[in-house]
């Protein structure tokens, strides 16, 4: 079934994501030619109220590598009429009559549902707000681990950082819970470990889950570590503090040595020292290759959902 919005992990099924990782790597043969022009007669309008680099570019990328025309603007609390006081629900009901589908990333949680409500075109939902959920972006982790590894079911998967505020690491869990045998690790410090709605969807679904604060404690027996940003504003510490937490958390080369040769790290991006550019080169280390496969998601998402 294809759904018309593209708004919560929770929406989709596994022959849904079985279909479209089918569809993403046919679109990475189309994009290593260059693109297709099979959607040279659709527009999609980019709709940022938060910052972005990857998301809005890739995309952007996506649209153009399918042929297709672009709208954009990548402040829109300040670039579009929101400065002068109108509704999200009015720009869309405006900008659904003008293109055949709209890219949303909103400051507020449930931002992208509120316009998929009335908007006359599929929205897809490039993050909104802190803690909510960034559905893309999960689809695009979850195909990089299939392409890395073979397979999610049976995989040790440690979702590491800020796991409070991090819509990634949510729309990821959500994901992962669709899938047999999986086990995940949350390691995070203890004011940023994952919300209480998550573990109940987990529970819900008898996926195995532990809490954990030592990134050092686990990393031996995962398949996956999945690192995010642990920023200090949100732990509330001194410099020195923060310093001293992030020590059970850094990815080194040290750490890498603890490791298992055939697990790898992903990073959503954009980082901040949680992963040393020392590892950079390590075959293991896969987040260049995750922002890549963004690409071929997105335009698989496209695709589906212009089709209607
Ligand atoms: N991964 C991700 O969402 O990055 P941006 O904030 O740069 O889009």
């Given at each position: 079934m294809k759904p018309k919005h593209i708004i919560e992990s929770q929406q989709f099924n596994v022959p849904f994501?079985?279909?479209?990782?089918?569809?993403?790597?046919?679109?990475?043969?189309?994009?290593?030619?260059?693109g297709t022009q099979d959607y040279n007669n659709k527009i999609m309008a980019s709709?940022?109220?938060?910052?972005?680099?990857?998301?809005?570019?890739?995309?952007?990328?996506?649209?153009?590598?399918?042929?297709g025309r672009?709208?954009?603007?990548?402040?829109?609390q300040e670039f579009s009429s929101a400065i002068r006081g109108e509704s999200l629900e009015d720009t869309i009901k405006v900008i659904s009559h003008f293109v055949d589908a709209i890219v949303l990333r909103h400051n507020e949680i449930g931002g992208a549902k509120r316009a998929a409500e009335v908007s006359s075109v599929p929205v897809i939902n490039a993050g909104d707000g802190k803690g909510g959920?960034?559905?893309?972006?999960?689809?695009?982790?979850?195909?990089?681990?299939?392409?890395?590894?073979?397979?999610?079911?049976?995989?040790?998967?440690?979702?590491?950082?800020?796991l409070a505020q991090g819509r990634t690491v949510r729309s990821l869990a959500y994901l992962l819970s669709k899938y047999e045998r999986v086990k995940i690790f949350f390691v995070a410090p203890?004011?940023?470990?994952?919300h209480e709605d998550i573990c109940k969807h987990l529970e819900e679904n008898e996926i195995w889950f532990t809490k954990e604060n030592?990134?050092?404690?686990?990393?031996?027996?995962v398949d996956v570590v999945y690192q995010t940003r642990i920023e200090k504003e949100n732990l509330k510490v001194t410099e020195s503090e923060y310093e001293k937490i992030m020590e059970s958390f850094y990815i080194d080369s040290k750490m890498m040595q603890k490791l298992?040769?055939?697990?790898?790290v992903m990073h959503p991006l954009p980082r901040l020292k949680e992963i040393s550019p020392e590892v950079d080169t390590d075959k293991r280390s896969a987040y260049f290759r995750?922002?890549?496969n963004s690409i071929y998601i997105r335009m698989a998402l496209l695709a589906s959902v212009m089709e209607g």
């Open positions: 994501i079985t279909e479209l990782f089918a569809s993403a790597q046919r679109m990475e043969k189309t994009a290593a030619k260059g709709l940022f109220y938060e910052p972005s680099t990857r998301t809005r570019f890739s995309f952007e990328t996506a649209m153009h590598r399918l042929g672009i709208l954009s603007t990548e402040n829109a959920q960034h559905p893309t972006q999960a689809l695009t982790d979850l195909f990089t681990i299939y392409k890395e590894i073979k397979t999610i079911e049976g995989l040790n998967i440690a979702l590491v950082g800020d203890e004011k940023l470990q994952i030592d990134l050092r404690k686990i990393i031996g027996e298992k040769q055939s697990a790898i995750q922002a890549q």
